[in-house]
Each structure stands twice: as structure tokens, then as C-alpha cells.
């Protein structure tokens, strides 16, 4: 599993090889997501900062498995209030390209008033 660090903070983690973990935290989609979603009124990205993508750490990991355990599937986003991750799967059923899935559980809490996370 992989993590995507921004400014020192832990934003996101993935459950992907390093390559996907690279290609989903980089992509232009992923990026204009994080960079209109917020935390506490504070967007995720700046659209500047460098988005590193490392090694998670076993507290991250737990936090990931703890979310996909509480994930009922019904919604995309979901919040777990237990420990302020917010879930995002990568489940495009688009035409078998996309055949690995990957899931993102976010580490910060996710303003709810964000617009995107009905798409």
C-alpha cells in the first residue's frame, strides 16, 4: 500500500503497487479532485505542491483496512468518523480497460459540501 503526502501530511492512501499508486495520485482527474475537495474549509492541494507517494505506514494501513471494513459499498465517498477517512473506489466498470481496481481511502476528513462526490 501506498500513501500520497502532501506538505508533510498524510492525504490518501491506495491499495496498489507503487505504479498504480503513482499513476491514480497523478493523474489530471485525481488532481483537480483534490484540489476542489476540502478539509476543514482548506483544499487538499494547492495545485503546486509537490504530491509525493510513499511506503504507508502500518498506522495507515490499519486506518485503510478499517475503513474498507466498515464499507457498506452503498455509497462512493463514504466518512468513517472513527478515524476521519473518507473512502473513494476506483471501480470504473468502463469497457475492461480499467481491469485492476484500486481503492483510496482518504486520512483527512472530507468536507461534505463538495459538490463532485455525488459523480
Sequence with gaps: ??????????????????ETAR??????G???DIRTMTSGG???WNG??????RAASE?????F????????GEEEFEPDAAHGATQASNDDESDG???????????????EDDDHLDS
Design 97 to 111: 480497460e480499467d481491469e485492476d481496481e484500486a481503492d483510496i481511502v482518504f486520512l483527512l476528513d472530507i468536507d
Design 59 to 63: 498506522d495507515e494501513v490499519e486506518v
Design 1 to 18: 500500500m501506498f500513501t500520497l503526502e502532501i506538505d508533510g501530511t498524510a492525504v490518501a492512501v491506495i491499495n496498489g503497487d507503487e
Design 65 to 72: 483496512e478499517d475503513a474498507l471494513a466498515e464499507d457498506d
Design 42 to 44: 482548506k483544499p487538499l
Design 48 to 53: 503546486t505542491s509537490e504530491l509525493k507517494v
Design 23 to 28: 499513476d491514480l495520485f497523478t493523474c489530471d
Design 30 to 32: 485525481f488532481k483537480d
